[in-house]
């Protein structure tokens, strides 16, 4: 038995008496995270790989400290379906504009899979963000789409990718393409472009080098199943490679041109019709379950499996009950 206290500044003091090792990593890894707390390039690829979506509250430090007790306290009842994250507008203004679609602050944006939702109203209002997160849930509110346009100009060695031109540009024919899929505020993404451009120079009129803002352009970044940044992703030949090794242009460049033969291919993945998303979120939240909680998975699927056998063995026995009517019925004719 453990009895376990977490203590976070500004927030109350988290308690609990843990009887198992399971439950003692369960509470940890929840823990670790704050109800509400700062979001940058050091802490995002471990907020995206979290199952809980992200409600961006973007403003700056003044609104921040002025709008944190009542995220705190809305965070505290949903921490189960949602991460609570600032994003400091001073550093970060651009990420809110590009990829949340945010021009005035403080703002929150709901970031689902399906899209994103901006809350209108009052952010000291805790009854009504409930409110907001409730219509959300039931398709009361409309998503906030945002895209950017084909640029007028790319003729830069690195090819600029959007929606429009993602077919005519990384599933090209002509050439093989090495895309990297980016957060603009990624501190690694960063890091990678002097390389990237310089890979770009180096394999120009060989293999297309190209990037993209996931962050705007999130179908694609569910698409390709993006949970970090940068993700960098080789197409050829209508298959797709994931490149995992160092970024150095050494190695960059001698996977571009053939190392990626030496790993596992797979099929483009299609655009996926609504019905297809629906079954594909139904799909990724059984996995979630079942890798959170083994047991009760395996209990669920159990039930369902042995439910769904009594039901057939009573739709059975109910068809050969009636057709031994029918067939009673049936000889009693015959023999009149």
């Not at 803002?213 to 970044?221: K, N, R, S, Y």
Request: hydrophobic share 40%; with cysteine.
């Amino acid at each position: 038995t453990w009895a376990v206290c977490v203590h976070r500044k500004s927030e109350e003091k988290v308690c609990a008496t843990l009887l198992t090792k399971a439950a003692l990593d369960a509470f940890a890894n929840e823990e670790a995270f704050p109800l509400f707390g700062p979001i940058n390039g050091d802490n995002f690829q471990r907020y995206s790989s979290r199952s809980q979506e992200l409600v961006w509250i973007a403003s700056d430090p003044k609104d921040y400290e002025a709008v944190a007790p009542t995220m705190r306290q809305v965070a505290k009842g949903a921490r189960k379906e949602f991460s609570f994250v600032w994003l400091d507008t001073d550093q970060f203004g651009s990420h809110a504009e590009n990829a949340l679609g945010v021009s005035e602050y403080p703002a929150l944006v709901l970031q689902k899979k399906g899209g994103r939702y901006v809350y209108p109203g009052d952010l000291k209002d805790a009854a009504a963000l409930e409110k907001f997160f409730a219509d959300v849930k039931t398709g009361k509110v409309q998503k906030s789409l945002k895209s950017e346009p084909i640029p007028e100009k790319n003729d830069e060695a690195v090819k600029v990718v959007v929606g429009k031109n993602f077919e005519e540009i990384v599933l090209s024919k002509e050439h093989d393409v090495m895309l990297e899929v980016y957060a603009p505020w990624c501190g690694h993404c960063k890091k990678l472009t002097p390389t990237w451009d310089e890979l770009a120079a180096k394999l120009e009129g060989k293999v297309n080098i190209a990037k993209v803002d996931a962050t705007v352009h999130q179908t694609l970044g569910e698409r390709f199943a993006v949970r970090g940044y940068p993700t960098l992703l080789y197409f050829a030949k209508g298959k797709m490679y994931e490149y995992q090794g160092p970024r150095t242009l050494e190695a960059l460049e001698k996977f571009a041109t053939s190392g990626y033969e030496k790993s596992e291919g797979k099929p483009v993945p299609k655009i996926l019709n609504a019905v297809e998303k629906m079954i594909k979120s139904v799909t990724d939240d059984l996995t979630v379950l079942w890798q959170r909680l083994p047991t009760a998975a395996a209990i669920v699927l159990a039930a369902g499996v042995i439910m769904g056998y009594f039901i057939g063995r009573l739709v059975q026995a109910a068809k050969d009950k009636r057709l031994s009517k029918q067939q009673a019925a049936v000889s009693g004719k015959k023999t009149k």
